[in-house]
């Protein structure tokens, strides 16, 4: 495009610094994109009228799934008409979020051809985000995408596209692995993905160890985070080699694990095990002399939700310990039951954490066939109504 | 009553969806409860109703489409731009 772009004093603003900018990027896209130019139009008379010109649109989609499109529309379609049908793909990610460069390449070329060019990867879901596509292009970008392997992720009342940490593809602190569960639960649960059939949004986050680095623990309704049952592994001379590069072990360490647990006389470290919580503070520190023990699975916590207007709610344990080992069918099983109670018993909207807030966690465990376990309690006192069959019956 | 096969109960599911357009929006839940009521829980289960659900979209009669939450409704009428 030869001719030069519209004028947009206020963006123009953002490019300033030497940070990254979002601008510049658009900018590079608008040259050869229209779409990508409209989108500079619309932001800046956004700028002006402090106001967002996009709004939501319900009926947008590919044929047969429920989900993976959010429709958006131009509230100026006269005035930005290369804007007028914004709609945004999410595109399931990579286990992991690994790429060849090649992979990358192609999904860049496919949206290129079919859309405005704009990405962001990855939006907070995990997905690859697509911005920017008409109405019309919708059926045949998905088309190009399933060619090359690639499906639409999770949006509305269904299974969201999961996602996981790194895990052992990098760390060596996974206590499971947290690629392979993803895409077996991705797999496994596809119906359940494109097609809502839920009260509202279900999501699985995967993370390796209690470092919970996909934040699953505030933003997924089922959170499996590794852990581990037995002792800490513990190499004596690392120890008291960061001792003598400068670690102080007593303040550092010591006195900064959160049960207190650990004692340390100068020559070796002794942690009481029946006491750790598994915070992974001690680890963290001293990566090279701790390890995560080697009796390895995961702590299932149900219930998070991170809600724009209302509280944070984070997962609480519901399973202190399950082998994370191909099926997952313990997993699944749990999952299932979930959805088959919440599914039938939730309100519009309702996340399954409020669910439980709302029916009770008593409840809640008698029909999705789960015993009381004391790792249950998120803190002293906070559900004293658990009430167990045996005492009922006595009392009546 | 006798066991409907998946066709008879996605026709009777886009039956009810027709006669709530415009004024209730229901959801994959609301209709597998209105089939196990109409045709009894031993004839069709959430299992059955979840087959019959994916045979009405499929046929393109329903789309799924979302108001803070999915619904399965009608699609747009021609040209009404939607
Ligand atoms: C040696 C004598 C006593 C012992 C060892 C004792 C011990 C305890 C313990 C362990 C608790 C549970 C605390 C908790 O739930 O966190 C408790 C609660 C309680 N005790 Fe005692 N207690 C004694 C005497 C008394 C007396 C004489 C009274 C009343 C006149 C009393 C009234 C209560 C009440 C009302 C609670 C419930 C407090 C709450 O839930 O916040 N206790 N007691
Ligand atoms: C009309 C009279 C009373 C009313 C309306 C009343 C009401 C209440 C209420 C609403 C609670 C809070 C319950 C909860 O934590 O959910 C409570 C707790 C308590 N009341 Fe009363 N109460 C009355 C009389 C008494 C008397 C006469 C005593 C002691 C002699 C008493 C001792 C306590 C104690 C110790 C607790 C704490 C129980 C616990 O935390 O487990 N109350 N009461
Ligand atoms: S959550 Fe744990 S295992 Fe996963 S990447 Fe982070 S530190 Fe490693
Ligand atoms: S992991 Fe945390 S709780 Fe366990 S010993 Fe280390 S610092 Fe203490």
Known sequence: MSEKLRSTPLLDELEKGPWPSFVKEIKKSAETNTMAEGTLGQLERSYMDKISHWKHGGLVGVMGYGGGVIGRYSDLPEEFPEVAAFHTYRVNQPSGWFYTSDVLRTLCDIWERHGSGLTNMHGSTGDIIFLGSTTEALEPCFADLTANGFDLGGSGSDVRTPSCCVGPARCEWACYDTLDACNDITHSYQDELHRPAFPYKYKFKFAGCPNDCVASVARSDMSIIGTWKDDIQVDQAKVQEYAANGVDIEAEICRLCPTKCIKWDGKSLDIDNAECVKCMHCINVMPKALRPGKERGATILIGAKAPIIGGALLSAVFVPFLEMEPPYEDLKELAEAIWDFWGEYGKNRERVGEFIQRVGLGNFLDEIGLEPVPEMVAHPRSNPYIFFEEELEEDE | ?82
């Open chain 2, 1 to 82: 009553m006798s066991q409907p096969t998946v066709d008879e109960v996605a026709e009777a599911m886009y039956d009810l969806v027709k006669v709530t357009h415009g004024k209730k929006n229901l959801k994959a839940m609301d209709l597998t409860k209105a089939m196990i009521e109409k045709f009894g829980e031993d004839a069709v289960d959430k299992k059955f109703c979840k087959l019959a659900i994916r045979q009405l979209i499929d046929s393109g009669r329903c789309i799924y489409s979302y108001f803070g939450g999915s619904f399965i409704t009608l699609p747009p009428e021609e040209g009404s731009g939607g």
